[in-house]
């Protein structure tokens, strides 16, 4: 199947920081991507679309301002999480969209990241 | 668009069958069985394109209802590996159709 890699798999941060975070398609092109994150025991959250080349599409009560989103190419999007504070504290997860034609569209996901904001 | 996953926790023992449902009052164009480890993202199992499809993948098998609004995920003789959380995921068919739409998930404990 498709590879999806992020990184870092983890960081921790000082509150007010930026932190950035990078999801690669390592075997495939991807012209979507999308961004998630999952409390604990929770399901995943769809934060965000990103379309290469384009804006990205934010989910209703994200903020666009604080959860930038850039997809420079097809392989690589990048969440960057602005002043970052506590409670953005989460479990971050991306995944790519593959086309295999037709209505056989698939998502795979990357091994998530772990944001810890002190 | 919802999906009511169901049940939310199952413990079996290992050699056990288990089923896990997933049902909508919407249609969905596809319908996606994802298995998902602490601390990691989720992983592919099995994925449903067209009505009353039946897929199998080992001892995983899946099928796609006929008005596309539900799901099955059946895995015989279980193996103390086969612990996670398993969602249900289905993509929508109106516009932003590309979204994925999770279930709550069923957390899989087997006893060996």
């Known amino acids: 199947g498709a590879v999806v890699s992020q990184h870092p798999s983890w960081v921790i941060c000082k509150s007010g920081t930026s932190v950035k975070i990078e999801c690669r398609s390592l075997?495939?092109?991807?012209?979507?991507m999308f961004w998630y994150r999952q409390f604990p025991k929770q399901s995943l959250m769809l934060m965000a679309t990103?379309?290469?080349?384009?804006?990205?599409?934010?989910e209703q009560g994200v903020e666009k301002d604080k959860f930038l989103i850039n997809h420079a190419s097809l392989t690589l999007s990048t969440l960057t999480v602005t002043s970052a504070h506590p409670e953005d504290s989460s479990f971050y997860i991306c995944?790519?969209?593959?086309?295999?034609?037709?209505?056989?569209?698939?998502?795979?996901f990357g091994p998530g990241t772990r944001l810890t904001v002190l | 668009q919802l999906l009511e996953q169901s049940p939310q926790f199952l413990s079996i023992q290992e050699g056990e069958n288990l089923t896990v449902y997933c049902n909508s009052s919407?249609?969905?164009?596809?319908l996606q069985w994802y298995r998902q480890e602490p601390g990691e993202g989720p992983v592919l199992l099995i994925a449903?394109?067209?009505?009353?499809e039946l897929t199998s993948n080992g001892r995983l098998t899946a099928q796609f209802g006929i008005t596309r609004k539900d799901s099955f995920l059946n895995i015989s003789a279980s193996i103390p590996s086969d612990v996670g959380i398993y969602f249900c995921?289905?993509?929508?068919?109106?516009?932003?159709?590309?979204?994925?739409?999770f279930g709550k998930g069923t957390k899989l404990t087997v006893n060996p």
């Open positions: 995944s790519a969209r593959v086309l295999a034609g037709g209505i056989r569209d698939t998502q795979y």
């Open positions: 075997d495939f092109q991807a012209t979507t």
């Open positions: 990103s379309n290469e080349g384009s804006k990205a599409t934010y």
């Open positions: 919407s249609v969905f164009s596809s």
């Open positions: 449903l394109y067209k009505a009353g």
């Open positions: 995921a289905g993509q929508g068919t109106q516009g932003g159709s590309e979204k994925l739409v």
